[in-house]
């Protein structure tokens, strides 16, 4: 047909599963470049508000967008910093963390 309205494409099987795929695609990928600090650097600074959207838009992928986020710290200066890496810094009694937005 012609007419095709956007209904129609986002009920459509096969493109759900073709945006399955790519976003296990693109998932594998955010692997192999988070193995690389320099490049995952350079990846964050372009992407990073897309991977914070990500985290609102895709509920089975949260978790996993969760670990590729980046903070400053008062520690870091200006470098970026990752939960698990601020975590592994906090003294044993310090219970909460204090942010700012």
């Known amino acids: 047909p012609l007419n095709i309205s956007r209904e129609m494409l986002q009920q459509n099987k096969i493109l759900k599963v073709i945006r399955k795929n790519i976003v296990k695609k693109v998932m594998e990928v955010i692997e192999e470049i988070s193995e690389d600090k320099d490049n995952f650097k350079k ?55 204090y942010y700012i937005t």
């Open 43 to 97: 990846f964050y600074e372009q992407f990073g508000k897309n991977v914070k959207l990500g985290i609102h838009e895709d509920s089975t992928n949260r978790k996993k967008l969760a670990g590729y986020l980046r903070y400053y710290t008062s520690a870091s200066g200006d470098e970026l910093c990752s939960m698990g890496d601020y975590v592994s810094r906090m003294k044993e009694n310090q219970k909460d963390i």
